[in-house]
Nanobody, 119 residues
């Protein structure tokens, strides 16, 4: 399972750091990422990182958000700086991983963590 943490209320211009830890009978983890869904909008990719270290960001967060991962801890982080009201959303982590005894990879999702950017 994926367990996300770190959401909350922050003022515009502030910072937050999200964490998401994968646990269970995991053989390997390929990509790990973050998505978000604002009220009335579709879920969108925020940032993703692969096992090889490459990263990809939504244009709206480039230069403000940084995704990183600790492979030893099966954990992905999202450092969010310069937060704006339009960043308000439920943030979801996901991971493309392979379980022990299984020959294929599947996407798994964590529970959402709410971020509200407001003064």
């Amino acid at each position: 399972q994926l367990q996300a943490s770190g959401g909350g209320l922050v003022q515009p211009g502030g910072s937050l750091r999200l964490s998401c830890a994968a646990s269970g009978d995991i053989f390997s983890i390929n990509a790990m990422g973050w998505y978000r869904q604002a009220p009335g909008k579709q879920r969108e990719l925020v940032a993703i990182t692969t096992s090889g270290g490459s990263t990809n960001y939504a244009d709206s967060v480039k230069g403000r958000f940084t995704i990183s991962r600790d492979n030893a801890k099966n954990t992905v982080y999202l450092q969010m700086n310069g937060l704006k009201p339009e960043d308000t959303a439920a943030y979801y982590c996901n991971a493309l991983l392979r379980l022990l005894g299984v020959s294929y990879e599947s996407w798994y999702w964590g529970q959402g963590t709410l971020i509200t950017v407001s003064s």
